[in-house]
T-cell receptor
Framework: SAVISQKPSRDICQRGTSLTIQCQVD?????MFWYRQQPGQSLTLIAT?????????ESGFVIDKFPISRPNLTFSTLTVSNMSPEDSSIYLC??????????FGSGTRLTVV | AQSVTQLGSHVSVSEGALVLLRCNYS??????LFWYVQYPNQGLQLLLK??????LVKGINGFEAEFKKSETSFHLTKPSAHMSDAAEYFC????????????FGAGTRLAVHP
């Protein structure tokens, strides 16, 4: 299965600032996914990122708040913009490296103060 | 919208006892179903998946799950719990026409005590 490297693993940020999270995969994948896991809760899909096209956002998530880049088939970034304490969560990237074989990164633990 | 419901946010078992974590899906058409485990401060690891082949699916670490269409269930079991099984478990579904998007249940935290 694919191996995902996600950076940073954790960060503490000031409100009003932005953080960019990187996701690097060791193989080429068509679709990459970004999830948010709020404290003590389940995972919610933020958006799906395909190489060469605009990301598709789920209801409740907008591009201005969570801009995503997908410059090639092995890399993607998620930016959390103009952060507030409510953005404190774990952010995870995921790929479908094989049919129905979804692999997750280890996550970025974000605390906004 | 199709979803999964995990019954019991917390389950506690003794070491060596049967582990049963419940998951029901809402769909008239059998979807693709998954069980993931999340250990503290780690990402998600796939335990097993059902993709319309055998209804009894065996996964890693001694876990298995049985797809029961009549009950719209996909419960996760392990005959004998180990201390290392303590973690958060998530049931997930790709709904019909879901374009490969995983939808997660609320999760069940499994505690294993001596």
């Amino acid at each position: 299965s694919a191996v995902i490297s996600q950076k940073p693993s954790r960060d503490i940020c000031q409100r009003g600032t932005s953080l960019t999270i990187q996701c690097q995969v060791d193989s080429q994948v068509t679709m990459m996914f970004w999830y948010r896991q709020q404290p003590g809760q389940s995972l919610t899909l933020i958006a799906t990122a395909n190489q060469g096209s605009e990301a598709t956002y789920e209801s409740g998530f907008v591009i201005d708040k969570f801009p995503i880049s997908r410059p090639n088939l092995t890399f993607s970034t998620l930016t959390v913009s103009n952060m507030s304490p409510e953005d404190s969560s774990i952010y995870l990237c995921s790929v479908e490296a094989e049919v129905f074989g979804y692999t997750f990164g280890s996550g970025t633990r974000l605390t906004v103060v | 919208a199709q979803s999964v419901t995990q019954l019991g946010s917390h389950v506690s078992v003794s070491e060596g006892a049967l582990v049963l974590l419940r998951c029901n899906y809402s769909s008239s058409v059998p979807p693709y179903l998954f069980w993931y485990v999340q250990y503290p401060n780690q990402g998600l690891q796939l335990l097993l998946k059902y993709t319309s082949a055998a209804t009894l699916v065996k996964g890693i670490n001694g876990f298995e799950a049985e797809f029961k269409k009549s009950e719209t269930s996909f419960h996760l079991t392990k005959p004998s719990a180990h201390m290392s099984d303590a973690a958060e478990y998530f049931c997930a579904v790709i709904p019909t026409g879901g374009y490969n998007k995983l939808i997660f249940g609320a999760g069940t935290r499994l505690a294993v005590h001596p």
